[in-house]
């Protein structure tokens, strides 16, 4: 998923063994955004939901962006994504990306076919045929979901691990980071958190990281492990998308006795909870 102002525009061969999904269906999170002098520049809200269209059990995760506030009047802009996951293998079989930036839309489709290590790219409308793209090792995913997906790592400072991410249509092999550990405050709460870091070791840098660009997640170090904040970094400024609400799988809202849609303190810091 590309984020915008500038964090807006931020959204192959199977691994050994099966991928263990990060995300459950009936999670959302919110996060809003800022940069530069905007601080309220847009909002990002995930959600995933069981999804029932497929003959085996999926996972629709949907990813809608928007600018707000004065960032919208400069530039109005509003994106979605969704990406179909097969909930055996964690898989993702098809990943659709839409966005309007003015009175501009652009919407294109991808599906994945690992027998053949073929994704196969469309327009949706075009008169031409896909295109196939060869895909690299790895389990691809758009770039949001490979940042809330090492929730499910337990990297600690210093190690690393590697993703496959799919910027509309080309594949970036990047290299994921632990880089530290410290202290977030969010409206949620106080988190500690682990500071991850993507980075293009493999092949030569491309895209927002030939730019000089730097992105990063924070992961809350709770039993929850919540991605409490994201981060890019460009020569006009930095992005920032700061987790302001988190609602738990209804499994885990019925564990500990949650409302459905509630904003959930960090357990080692409720008294600094701010609404």
């Known amino acids: 998923m590309r984020l915008i102002l500038p964090l807006l525009l931020f959204a192959a061969h199977p691994l050994a063994g099966e991928t263990k999904l990060a995300v459950r269906a009936g999670e959302t999170f919110t996060y809003k955004v800022s940069w530069a002098v905007l601080p309220g520049a847009g909002e990002i809200k995930f959600t995933a ?10 996972l ?18 509003d994106a979605k994504a969704e990406s179909i996951f097969d909930l055996a293998s964690g898989h993702l079989l098809a990943l659709r990306e839409s966005n309007t930036q003015r009175s501009k839309k652009s919407e294109h ?17 075009s008169i031409d045929p896909p295109r196939a793209l060869t895909m690299p090792a790895g389990d691809p995913m758009d770039l949001i979901m490979s940042l809330v997906q090492t929730r499910s790592w337990d990297l600690k400072p210093g190690e690393k691990r590697d993703a496959l991410v799919l910027f509309d249509d080309d594949f970036y092999e990047l290299t ?6 410290e202290e977030v405050r969010t409206s949620l ?3 500690q958190a682990l500071v991850l870091e993507p980075r293009m070791d493999k092949t030569a840098p491309k895209g927002m990281f030939k730019r000089g660009s730097t992105a990063r997640v924070w992961i809350s170090q709770d039993e929850r492990r919540l991605p ?24 885990a809202r019925a564990t500990e006795g949650k409302p459905a849609a509630a904003k959930i303190p960090a357990p080692s810091d409720a008294k600094n909870s701010r609404p």
Do not use: C, N, W
């Open 49 to 58: 939901a069981d999804d029932t269209t497929g003959i085996t059990p999926q």
């Open 60 to 77: 629709r995760v949907t990813t809608t962006t928007q600018t707000r506030g004065l960032a919208r009047m400069l530039l109005p802009f």
């Open 109 to 125: 489709a991808v599906t994945f076919d690992y027998a053949t290590a073929k994704a196969h790219y469309s327009v949706p409308g």
């Open 176 to 181: 994921i980071h632990a880089v530290r550990t």
């Open 189 to 191: 709460g106080t988190f």
């Open 228 to 251: 409490v904040k994201f981060e890019v970094e460009f020569k006009l400024g930095t992005g920032v998308a700061t987790l302001t609400r988190y609602d738990a799988p209804p499994s």
